[in-house]
């Protein structure tokens, strides 16, 4: 080691590193059967080998080209394609001896560099010459070649190359092994891995004390993030190298592989060229390879690079250093040109190939989608969008604990982290560490070519390892027990989802509860069910038998006692007694016995993963022969079915043997208005706190008095139990049917264009609902009820309207007046806020909130309120009433008090945004940046460094564009109402309402009545010029002279709890006020 090159100790490269080797001695172990591990191979996701994958055979056209090359008697064959036998000769024709085993030029074969030139010309529409083009094996020869040329060999001050970070490794090993200076920039991967300028000023700027800087290597498509650059990204890269005299090394291997919808291919050669002086005089090189494409025939190691604005005497040089070689391989440059030059339409072999490259491309598109999708479904790990290349570089959390062992150990976290991950599920990835990262941030790269399969077992992998002590999030799957009983997260401790769950028409309890996973682990293993109790402690003394449900025999329980002679067998119900940390006890079912230990599952305890089929261990301790279950709460005992081997598990496949006895429709409840009469109250002032911002704001707008100015009792409704969670559960199911309308509107751009959305922003769109999904604070549902069914009008989910007078004002109202009730409509919904922005601005790391609202009554009380909801997070808050106390500084916005503006909490219509952005577009003042100016709206909201909520992709489910999409998405769904972009004589005879497709407070409304001949009832607005929908005429009951509509609001996904606005006009609008509503839960 002492006489090794020191430089060549320093080159490390990831892809083929310590994890790399390590999977294949697994492999090796596997193949001699000497290995317990829990898997019988190994799926490599960590190199872009396509045909290793074993998922993409070769493409016929270019191995018939390579084989007539090889073995030249093939193409006399009759059977050879005689227009690939053309191309074979013309290759011969300039290789000595007219065979592929000859040396060639060193620059490569004419007739292949030729072909590059002519590609080259029809993607860029600009000449390409010959002589420009240099063949070589695989892009990395060019690579070096290139970085080799920019060296200027001064150890004391060397040169210096920007690369970008995460990088390919290619480039640091490289530029290690030639003794260069790294000059790291990073990536944004907020922003979709973008390059920042700011960024980019920023490394370079820090470098120059070190080295010489002399280049800038751009990977586009990326390697390893898989993003593609938009072409004003790229405009803005070419002037910062000119600005600074970089050559531009652009890496373009896998400009043929772009996948996300709106994604496109820029060269950076035509982005030169269309920039025009001084930008199409730069010098630069451009790389491609074989290796890499859609084709993917890495091992050939074809290649090539041009090189552009090349002065003759450096030309000189690089021909004189490339000569010392020899020549590239002359397989890999027939394979380059096999690749460049395929069949054309009207060619024999044209049809075959467009159909095996179009199979080949989708299979690619599917699985660029499919694994982001995976990813972003485990909590604890973001993976941006694969838009082109065939890599992800999803970012994982480590827990704090695991960072410490790993540095105990020598070792990067994320190198830990896969090291773990091979060695417990059998899938090789590469850590993000081998590919450099931001510090603090850990990440892995996996391609993305296993077959789906071996990719879903890469998913439920992850969730193995990633979440094990990961939170679930409500609604998810934590586990499978007993073969098919699936064990859902409730979230954590304090939430209460108001939701029903029945199974086969049988009422298992309340998702995702204790009580209701024992109930359905009986019934799905059992067949059998027990009778409703009131909590799972309850469960101790009250439950005395339970019932088969195919014949109604009842089977009887045992009772043993922790501590009790008998020991615990499988398939009992263990039950913990009541305490502070269990205030309703907690049931559990026992998986097994093994020794030492009972295994058990379980809902609503903890809320990680579990990837056997039960949750958690539990000690079992002997002492004087009783068998006693030690855990950190007390546990009563377990609970044994007497003639428990009678019972088999349902059968599924006869539901009707299911006694009709034990089925139940779900009861839909009541709704009821109420009047306190008792003048008592009508003088009390005092009733809300004054040095509360948002509740004093509340007196100056309506008083302090109890009573409202247009009646002279004290109204409020009443609604039972049933209601209330019929409520949830239509609000919960709803949201998810908007949500899919939503990514099915987002996907079709003939059904985007209904939306009148500026095409402009569409990208961006899609942008913000691939990545923004979890930016999501509230929406509210208007939903109708007539008695007899719910029906929703729309959804608000761009709306934060009475948000205040729901979650705070009724209840102090209801304190105020002694009203008797379990709780109001809104029980959950201010913590659930709180909880709410906790989390996101945990995952964003990010503690100060600027609230960005118009001069309007209204926005402004419910901003006040969003900053109480924010105070009770511990995040810092700003009001800023339109934009008078923020300005630009250094490219950045920042307030009058010096922090820059990294979140906003806005209450602007999207449509109010997008208008600003178009307006100062066609002034031409947008994005200006001029220090101490005040930014525009669109320049805040629109920002690529400013996260929103809501977020960008909320302006679709908001629009009642979706209304139609809805419905012919989920006809006849009895929560929907019939709605058509054209008035149709079924909603004539109905009667309809006609509603502009963007509106706030009711505002353009009409209702027509049956025949369609009367109106019953209009509002006038600002909106008359939008387009229109038609929507079925759902009539209110009237509740004492009032009609009233209830708003469901949704927090981050989840039903979070109601309120109702009541008018006497039929259409409710900002003036309708908000009425109390009380839950009374028997």
Known sequence: MANINPRVIKVEYAVRGPIVIRAGEIEKQIK?????????????????????????????????????????PLIDSSDFPSDIKQKVQRLLSVCGGKSLGSYTESQGLITVREDIAKYIQERDGYPSNPSDIYLCNGASDGIKTVIKLLMNNDPKKPSGIMIPVPQYPLYSATLSEYGAHQIEYYLDEDNNWALNIDELERALNQSKEHCVPRGIVIINPGNPTGQVLSRENIENIVRFAEKHRLFILADEVYQENTYLPGSKFFSFKKVLMDLGAPYNHMEMASFHSASKGWHGECGSRGGYYELINIDKDVRMQVNKLISASLCSAAWGQAMMGAIINPPKEGELSYELYKKERS?????????????????????????????????????????????????????????????????????CVVPGSGFKQKPGTHHLRTTILPPVDQMKVMYNSSIMLKSARQVVPFNKVQGVASTNVHAYSNGDDDFFSVERHYLHGIFMGFKW?????????????KSC?????????????????????????KFPLKLFPNGSSHK?????????SRSTELPFGHVAVICDIVPNFIRIAEQNFIYHSWSDNYAREIPIVIKDNCYFLEDEDEICGWIEIEDNDELQPLDETKLDSILKKYQEAKPIGTLKRCSITDKTFHSMNNWLNKDDPAEKYFMDLFGANLIRADTDTLPYYKVDQDLTLSIGSTSNELHEMFMDATNYVIQNDDILKNFCIPEIFWPKIRESWLHERDLAMTGRFDLAFDGQQLKTFEYNADSASALFEMAIIQEKWAQAVKLNHTFMSSFQLHRLLVKSWKKICSNLNINYVHLLIDNDKDEILTALYMQNVLKNANIESKLCILFNNLYWKDSKIIDNDGNEVKLIWKTWMWETIFSDYLQAEQ?????????????????????????????????????????????????????????EWTLTDNLKQRGYVKKPIVGRCGHNVTLFNASGDSVLDETQGKFIDRNIIYQELFLLPKYEDYYAIIGSWIVHGLFAGFGIREDKKLITDAESPVTACSVVWK
């Not at 493409?59 to 030249?72: D, H, K, N, S």
């Not at 615990?568 to 913990?576: A, E, M, N, T, V």
């Open 32 to 72: 001699e059967g000497q290995h317990n591990f829990p898997f019988d191979r190994v799926i490599r996701a960590n190199i872009g080998d396509c045909h290793a994958s074993g998922n993409q055979v070769p493409v016929t056209y270019i191995r018939q080209f390579l084989a007539g090359c090889t073995y030249p």
């Open 359 to 427: 199979d080949i491309v989708s299979r690619l598109k599917q699985k660029a989608d499919l694994v982001s999708q995976l990813f972003n479904s485990v909590e604890g790990v973001r993976c941006n969008a694969v838009m082109g290349a065939m890599y992800a570089f999803p970012r994982i959390e480590i827990p704090e604990k695991a960072i410490q062992h790993a540095k105990s150990k020598n070792m990067a976290p994320d190198a830990f982290y896969c090291f773990q991950f091979l060695e417990k599920t059998g899938v």
């Open 513 to 525: 509860q204790c009580v209701e996973f024992s109930r359905r682990w009986l019934l799905m293993r």
């Open 529 to 553: 069910i027990f009778q409703p109790v009131g909590h799972a402690a309850d469960m101790w003394h009250d439950l005395k038998f339970v019932e088969r449900v195919t014949d109604g025999k």
């Open 568 to 576: 615990p067998k499988r398939d009992s119900l263990l039950i913990y």
């Open 923 to 979: 002034n031409g003042n947008l994005n200006r940046k001029i220090n101490n100016e005040h930014p525009r709206l669109c320049e805040i909201v629109l920002n690529d460094h400013i996260k929103v909520i809501e977020p960008l992709w909320k302006v679709i489910p908001s629009n009642k564009a979706i209304l139609p999409i809805l419905w012919s998405m989920f006809p006849n769904h009895p929560h929907l109402l019939c709605t």
